[in-house]
T-cell receptor, first 116, second 116 residues
Framework: DAKTTQPPSMDCAEGRAANLPCNHSTISGNEYVYWYRQIHSQGPQYIIHGLKNNETNEMASLIITEDRKSSTLILPHATLRDTAVYYCIVSPAMSAGGTSYGKLTFGQGTILTVHP | DVKVTQSSRYLVKRTGEKVFLECVQDMDHENMFWYRQDPGLGLRLIYFSYDVKMKEKGDIPEGYSVSREKKERFSLILESASTNQTSMYLC???????????????FGPGTRLLVL
């Protein structure tokens, strides 16, 4: 499985963009990059995922480098409620019953603290 | 919105007791997962199921069993609880795609289990 490397912690001022980096230098061509976050005492929450192209949704943007060895999650206007642990995951496939589906391996993630 | 619910947020059991953790999802997802989360170890996959009555071992199945009698419900069973099974247990579900890597997992709020 491709491993990811994230900084253990980051700070961000409320209202500013939060840019969370992730290195995944051993990613293979058919593996997706997923981002989840976990707010204290809750289950992980899906944010966004991508393969090659940059992606944007209502929560965040995902920028993937051309060589796919790293990516950045961007929260454009961070709020206090964005304080959480952010996980970058590379998803390989598992096979069962004739179909394949992704396996999520959560590392330690980045603790993002948004300050007033 | 996808909703994944777990039967209890907090549970206290004694060593040797049989423990049932229930998970229900309301989005007709084929795949369901059980993880445990421990400090410093991240989330680890215990079991998953890709269809009714089907189950596959994850990374740490020892001491656990599962049951999937209905599509929406996935139960985790601790046959004889031990203190090293004190943990946060998280259930997740996802749609099954033919093209792997697209499966976003949606998590429940978690159950904190304390085994005394």
């Amino acid at each position: 499985d491709a491993k990811t490397t994230q900084p253990p912690s980051m700070d961000c001022a409320e209202g500013r963009a939060a840019n969370l980096p992730c290195n995944h230098s051993t990613i293979s061509g058919n593996e997706y990059v997923y981002w989840y976050r976990q707010i204290h005492s809750q289950g992980p929450q899906y944010i966004i995922h991508g393969l090659k192209n940059n992606e944007t949704n209502e929560m965040a943007s995902l920028i993937i480098t051309e060589d796919r060895k790293s990516s950045t999650l961007i929260l454009p206007h961070a709020t206090l409620r964005d304080t959480a642990v952010y996980y970058c995951i590379v998803s390989p496939a598992m096979s069962a019953g004739g179909t394949s589906y992704g396996k999520l391996t959560f590392g330690q993630g980045t603790i993002l603290t948004v300050h007033p | 919105d996808v909703k994944v619910t777990q039967s209890s947020r907090y549970l206290v059991k004694r060593t040797g007791e049989k423990v049932f953790l229930e998970c229900v999802q309301d989005m007709d997802h084929e795949n369901m997962f059980w993880y445990r989360q421990d400090p410093g170890l991240g989330l680890r996959l215990i079991y998953f199921s890709y269809d009714v009555k089907m189950k596959e071992k994850g990374d740490i199945p020892e001491g656990y069993s599962v049951s999937r009698e209905k599509k929406e419900r996935f139960s985790l069973i601790l046959e004889s609880a031990s203190t090293n099974q004190t943990s946060m247990y998280l259930c997740a579900s996802s749609l099954r795609y033919r093209v792997w890597g697209q499966e976003t997992q949606y998590f429940g709020p978690g159950t904190r289990l304390l085994v005394l």
